[in-house]
């Protein structure tokens, strides 16, 4: 009986050991934004247990006779109200997708971000046929900032992109993990540049040009 008594605690511990590792791998964030801006570090995650929210926007424009957009992959601070702004935020917006009547295909889509090295863009907007990201911010001030100036030895990097099949209620997505480096500048053109550095994020982007 002892050693009966003896084997049930053990078994007991071992299960609630098991059961609080599989709490803490559920509350790690899927998705956030992390490093240095200005010296000071900081790390925003998405779970339950925080405020900061990740989501997909959209621009586009026709030049030229052409329709093209961007598609924006931001983290952001959840306000006590949905008709306050919410800051502070980071966004990269990946750029420049060619619409085809009003529509960018599943096929074209997934294989626009690909892994490697990218570029900062000099402008906003994008252009067509080309590739490259602007790394946008607002502090909690409301105050916005991004990373169209010079960026020299400014690096960024994709390290892996993950297809997610569209869902009820959403289109197919793009997680997207990358690190980046870089200056950051005011928009309204007021004040020194800020520095991010050591920056690692997952976040996603969603195909809103599906619309079919």
């Not at 971000?113 to 990201?133: C, D, E, H, I, R």
């Not at 960024?156 to 200056?183: D, F």
């Amino acid at each position: 009986m002892k050693k009966n008594i003896t084997l049930f605690f053990l078994a007991l511990t071992i299960l609630l050991t098991a059961c609080k590792k599989a709490n803490k791998d559920e509350l790690s964030a899927e998705y956030y934004f992390k490093g240095s801006l200005n010296g000071t570090a900081f790390n925003w995650e998405e779970t339950e247990e925080t405020q900061w929210r990740v989501g997909t926007s959209s621009s586009s424009s026709v030049l030229y006779g052409e329709g093209i957009g961007s598609l924006t992959a931001s983290i952001e601070k959840e306000q006590s109200h949905p008709s306050l702004e919410r800051k502070p935020s980071l966004g990269v917006t990946f750029q420049t997708f060619t619409i085809v009547e009003s529509n960018v295909s599943p096929a074209v889509f997934n294989s626009f971000v690909n892994a490697g090295t990218w570029a900062y863009s000099a402008t906003a907007g994008g252009s067509p046929n080309t590739k490259n990201l602007v790394v946008e911010y607002m502090d909690e001030q409301g105050k916005s900032y991004n990373s169209i100036g010079s960026q020299t030895g400014s690096t960024v990097n994709i390290i892996a992109v993950t297809p997610m099949a569209a869902i009820y209620g959403s289109k197919e997505s793009l997680k997207i993990k990358m690190s980046l480096n870089c200056k950051l500048y005011a928009v309204d053109g007021n004040g020194a540049p800020l520095t991010m550095s050591n920056a690692e994020a997952v976040l996603y982007i969603e195909n809103l040009f599906n619309h079919n």
